[in-house]
């Protein structure tokens, strides 16, 4: 049963041997990918810290029973002041806690809890959720950062008390080629699962078809790719309802400004809608998931929309691909090309009997391959064996 830990409570005795703490850039991205692990863990007999910024959802954590600490850490920022404070903020979370195992999530918590765990002799767990947009675009200023954050991630990775778990073989690819890999163990877990029994399907809804992108609005995430092809299609007479479902990102340099999301509305071309914490009922009002990113880990839209048997196109990129099997539960189109989304998505939105077909193989394919508890069993055997094996740097 869970039970409520105050913060500053710290583990005794025998506990002292099941430490396990995440450091994460966001809290509200812990709670959706990582809160059924971390439950599961704490079933297990660890001790388990959560570590993030400020968060509207430190609430959350303790009713579920984790310790939480609070940690200084700004995701944009390129102060040297800025980095210097997370730092040691993360430096010390960790020797509060002192935990065995620490579980890193997104890049920068990676690189500066990494640098402190290899240092401190702590096992540490690096989650490559995706390479973000330092690797995705080549500007002079992103190459001169992406250089600075190989080398951030070669200290902090690169010994053999690290572990990478990557979610697709291009990430995996990418680290093997910037020599990332020579002496750190890694594995390979494809997306952070779904609750098969939270979400469900439910029956396609009458009416047109509502193709809905959930995610957060960036523009890397291909947003105005979505509205120019849902603005081709509509320009056809193509009856369809075209959705944008989540929330700015004011701490990513690719969120899509208020004034043209505004304009993307006005336009008629698309609805918007805020975030929504029960993506199963969102999901359960669309009837195709579109997901046009860049470059994906292995993204969770495309899981949950496979959990509520709803047919998905994606772009044809690492992580968007591996979701998806491609004329059976999706369809895929080239990146970037808000042409070739528009003549994908077309024959889909004609055809319910289609979208039938590929939700109910959508739902299937979850069945085999997501389910969270096959999720959290592969991540408990990693800890099982980091706290048991005593791995020399």
């Not at 105050?6 to 990582?34: C, D, M, N, W, Y």
Request: with cysteine; hydrophobic share 45%.
């Amino acid at each position: 049963m869970n039970h409520l830990i105050h913060p500053t409570r710290l583990p005794t005795g025998a506990q002292k041997s099941r430490r396990l703490l995440f450091i994460a850039s966001e809290g509200r991205f812990f709670v959706s990918h990582r809160l059924p692990l971390a439950q599961t863990a704490l079933q297990r007999g660890y001790e388990v810290a959560v570590a993030c910024p400020e968060t509207d959802i430190k609430e959350i954590l303790q009713k579920n029973g984790f310790l939480y600490f609070e940690i200084f850490l700004r995701r944009n920022s390129r102060s040297p002041w800025n980095e210097l404070r997370s730092l040691g903020s993360i430096l010390k979370v960790v020797l509060k806690f002192r935990p065995n195992v620490v579980h890193l999530i997104t890049a920068k918590p990676i690189i500066y809890g990494g640098i402190i765990a290899r240092f401190l002799r702590v096992r540490s767990l690096s989650a490559i959720t995706g390479l973000g947009h330092v690797f995705l675009h080549h500007s002079l200023g992103k190459r001169v950062l992406r250089k600075l954050v190989v080398m951030g991630y070669r200290l902090a990775v690169g010994h053999r008390l690290s572990t990478l778990i990557f979610q697709n073989d291009s990430d995996l690819g990418t680290f093997r080629a910037y020599g990332l890999l020579s002496s750190a163990n890694h594995v390979m877990i494809r997306g952070s699962g779904t609750d098969l029994d939270r979400i469900t399907p439910a029956p396609l809804p009458d009416g047109p078809t509502v193709v809905v992108l959930p995610a957060r609005l960036l523009l890397d995430k291909g947003l105005a790719e979505f509205f120019e092809a849902a603005r081709l299609l509509k320009a056809r007479g193509v009856p369809a309802v075209f959705r944008l479902l989540g929330d700015r990102d004011k701490d990513n340099p690719t969120s899509v400004s208020l004034s043209t999301l505004q304009s993307w509305v006005d336009s008629g071309v698309l609805e918007w809608h805020p975030f929504q914490s029960n993506i199963s009922a969102a999901l359960a009002n669309s009837h195709i998931v579109v997901l046009p990113s860049y470059r994906e880990g292995f993204p969770k839209t495309l899981i949950d929309a496979a959990a509520a048997g709803r047919a998905a196109a994606a772009s044809n990129v690492p992580g968007c691909r591996d979701a998806i099997v491609p004329g059976v539960t999706g369809v895929l189109f080239e990146p970037r090309d808000a042409s070739d989304m528009a003549r994908v998505l077309e024959p889909l939105i004609l055809d319910r009997a289609l979208q039938t077909r590929m939700g109910a193989a959508a739902r299937a394919h979850a069945e085999a391959n997501f389910d969270v508890r096959r999720v959290s069993d592969a991540h408990i055997r990693i800890y099982e064996d980091l706290t048991s094996h005593h791995r020399g740097a």
